[in-house]
C-alpha cells in the first residue's frame, strides 16, 4: 500500500507567522471553489505536530473533498508555493528583474519595441546594480531580438562588437562566481566530512585562489561572498582563529554595505554573525562578543530576516549558547545566575523547535552554573537530564562531562556512600568508550582518597596534591579538551584553599 505523502505537512510547517497570513489572504483571492474547506485542511495539518493521514480524514469527514484527499492535498501545495512566489517577490531584486524580461518578451510580440526596450533599460540598470550578472545573458538575448525585430536599423559595427564583449564580460563574471562557489563548497564539505587538513594540503586546484586577496582580483561581490566564506571555514579548520575572525568581519561588511545582498542573503549574514562570535570567544574578545550578541538578537526586528523559518527560535539558540559559553568563560558566574531565569522561560517557549544537542548543552552549562555557584541540587536536576538522554551518541563526549561533574556534585552534597558506585560506574562507562584522561584518572583516583578521608585536614591535603597533578594535566595537549568543559583547577584550588 501507498505511503500517504507529507509533502504538504513538512511545506506548512515550514511557513513564517507572515508567509501564512500572507496565505491567508491569497487563498481570499486565488483559491476557486470550496475555499473555506481549503483553508480547513491547511489549518488541521498545520496543528499536526506529526503527520497522521487517518487523524486528517476524521477531521474533514464533512467536507466534500475527503473522498480524494490527495488530490486536494496537491492542489493546496501548489497554491502555498504559489503565494510563497509572490510573498518573497517584493524583496528579491532578481525576481523583479526576471518578472521584467518576460514582460519584455511579451511587448516584443505585440510589436510594442518602444515600450519592451523601456523595460530592458530598467532590467539593465538593476542587474549591474545588483551585480545579476547571471540574468546578463537573458537580457542581451532580448536586446539582440529587437535588433533582429528591426532588421538592425541604426545599429553599427560598433553596437554588435559591444554586445560580443558585454556577452563575454557576463561569461567571465559566471566563471569566477562559479569558480569561487565551488572553492567554498569544497572547502565546507571538507569541514562537515571533519577531515583533518593543513594549508599546504589544499587541493592544487585551488592553491591560486588562496595567494589572491579579493581586492586585488576584483571579484565580484557574490565571489567576495564565497572567498571569505571559504577562507574563514579553512582558518578555523586549520585552529587560526583571528584570521577565521578577519574572514568572518569582511564577509560581515561586504553584506553590511549593499542592503541588497542583505535581502537576497539574510541567512548568510545569520550564519557568518554567528560564526564571527565564535570567533571572538575563542579569542576571548568579550567586549566585541557581547555587541555582537547584542546585534543578534536585534535581527528578527529588521525586515530582511523575518523570513527565515523559526527566527525566533535560532536567534535564541545561537544567543543563548554565545551567553552562557562568555560567562563561564569569563568565570561571571553570578551574572549567570542572574540570567538563568530568562533563559529557562526561552526553553519553555522555543524548546521544541530546539537541536538536540543544542538543548543539551544549554542544560549542562546550566549545571556548570548551578555548581559554581554552590546550588548544587539544581545542579544536579540540570545533570540528570544530560546524562538521561537516551540518543547518547547525539551528544557522547558532552555526556562524557556531564557523568564527570555528576561525580563533584555528589561530592559537595555528601553523597558519599554513593558516590563510591558512581566513580565505579562512570570509569566503567568511560572505559568501555576508549582509553581514559589522565585528568579523569586522577579525579576518580582522588575522589575514591576524599570520601575515606574523615577529617578537615587530610582533605585539604589530598586537594593540595590533586592541584598539582592537574596543574600538570592541563599542560599536556592532550589534556586541554577535558579544561574545556570545566574547570577542574579551578576547584581543585577552591576546595585546597576553603
Given amino acids: 500500500m501507498k505511503t500517504a505523502s507529507n509533502d504538504l505537512h513538512e511545506l506548512i510547517h515550514s511557513l513564517s507567522s507572515g508567509e501564512k497570513r500572507y496565505f491567508r489572504q491569497f487563498a481570499s483571492r486565488h483559491i476557486i471553489g470550496e475555499q473555506n474547506n481549503y483553508l480547513a485542511l491547511f489549518d488541521v495539518v498545520a496543528r499536526q505536530a506529526i503527520y497522521d493521514e487517518a487523524a486528517l480524514k476524521l477531521n474533514l469527514s464533512d467536507t466534500s473533498f475527503v473522498q480524494y484527499l490527495p488530490v486536494a492535498k496537491r492542489y493546496l501545495h501548489q497554491q502555498i508555493v504559489e503565494s510563497l512566489y509572490w510573498f518573497h517577490r517584493a524583496n528579491s531584486?532578481?525576481?523583479?528583474?526576471?518578472?521584467?524580461?518576460?514582460?519584455a518578451d511579451i511587448l516584443l510580440d505585440k510589436g510594442l519595441i518602444g515600450q519592451s526596450k523601456k523595460l530592458l533599460k530598467?532590467?539593465?540598470?538593476?542587474?549591474?546594480?545588483?551585480?545579476?550578472?547571471?540574468?546578463l545573458p537573458d537580457l542581451l538575448e532580448r536586446e539582440r531580438a529587437i535588433m533582429d525585430r528591426t532588421l538592425y536599423k541604426g545599429a553599427t559595427a560598433q553596437d554588435l562588437d559591444d554586445w560580443e564583449a558585454e556577452w563575454n564580460r557576463a561569461l567571465d563574471s559566471l566563471n569566477q562566481e562559479g569558480r569561487y562557489a565551488c572553492w567554498s563548497s569544497s572547502v565546507a564539505q571538507l569541514h562537515y566530512q571533519k577531515v583533518a587538513v593543513r594549508e599546504r594540503s589544499l587541493p592544487e586546484r585551488f592553491e591560486p585562489l588562496l595567494e589572491i586577496a579579493p581586492a586585488d582580483a576584483g571579484l565580484s561581490l557574490r565571489a567576495q561572498l564565497d572567498y571569505y566564506k571559504a577562507m574563514s571555514t579553512w582558518h578555523f579548520m586549520n585552529g587560526n582563529a583571528e584570521a577565521a575572525c578577519d574572514c568572518n568581519r569582511d564577509l560581515l561588511q561586504v553584506l553590511d554595505d549593499h542592503p541588497f545582498l542583505m535581502e537576497q542573503y539574510p541567512r548568510r549574514y545569520l550564519t557568518a554573525l554567528n560564526n564571527f562570535l565564535i570567533d571572538n570567544h575563542q579569542l576571548k574578545r568579550?567586549?566585541?562578543?557581547?555587541?555582537?550578541?547584542?546585534?543578534?538578537?536585534?535581527?528578527?526586528?529588521?525586515?530582511?530576516?523575518?523570513?527565515?523559518?523559526?527566527?525566533?527560535?535560532?536567534?535564541?539558540?545561537?544567543?543563548?549558547?554565545?551567553?552562557l559559553n562568555a560567562w563561564v568563560g569569563q568565570a561571571h558566574f553570578g551574572a549567570a545566575l542572574n540570567g538563568l531565569p530568562a533563559i529557562q522561560e526561552g526553553l519553555n517557549r522555543y524548546g521544541k523547535g530546539l537541536a538536540l544537542h543544542h538543548k543539551l548543552t544549554f542544560y549542562y552549562l546550566m549545571a556548570y552554573i548551578y555548581f559554581e555557584n554552590k546550588r548544587y541540587d539544581d545542579a544536579l536536576t540540570w545533570l540528570?537530564?544530560?546524562?538521561?538522554?537516551?540518543?547518547?551518541?547525539?551528544?557522547?563526549?558532552?555526556?562524557?562531562?556531564?557523568?564527570?561533574?555528576?561525580?563533584?556534585t555528589h561530592f559537595e552534597l555528601g553523597h558519599y556512600d554513593l558516590l563510591e558506585y558512581l566513580i565505579n560506574t562512570v570509569k566503567r562507562q568511560h572505559g568501555m568508550k576508549g582509553s581514559l584522561y589522565q585528568t579523569e584518572k586522577l579525579l576518580f583516583s582522588f575522589l575514591k582518597k576524599l570520601i575515606n578521608a574523615t577529617e578537615g585536614k587530610r582533605q585539604k591535603e589530598l586537594f593540595s596534591s590533586l592541584y598539582g597533578k592537574l596543574e600538570l594535566a592541563k599542560a599536556d595537549p592532550e589534556e586541554r579538551r577535558v579544561f574545556n568543559y570545566f574547570d577542574f583547577l579551578r576547584w581543585a584550588e577552591r576546595k585546597k584553599s576553603g
Fill in 122 to 135: 530598467k532590467a539593465r540598470k538593476d542587474i549591474y546594480t545588483c551585480e545579476l550578472f547571471r540574468l
Fill in 384 to 408: 540528570n537530564e544530560v546524562v538521561q538522554q537516551p540518543l547518547r551518541d547525539v551528544v557522547e563526549e558532552l555526556l562524557r562531562f556531564a557523568n564527570l561533574l555528576k561525580l563533584l
Fill in 286 to 323: 568579550y567586549e566585541a562578543l557581547e555587541n555582537g550578541i547584542a546585534k543578534l538578537k536585534a535581527l528578527p526586528q529588521r525586515p530582511e530576516f523575518r523570513r527565515i523559518p523559526q527566527l525566533s527560535e535560532k536567534i535564541f539558540e545561537l544567543s543563548t549558547l554565545l551567553e
Fill in 93 to 103: 531584486m532578481e525576481a523583479q528583474v526576471q518578472k521584467n524580461l518576460h514582460a
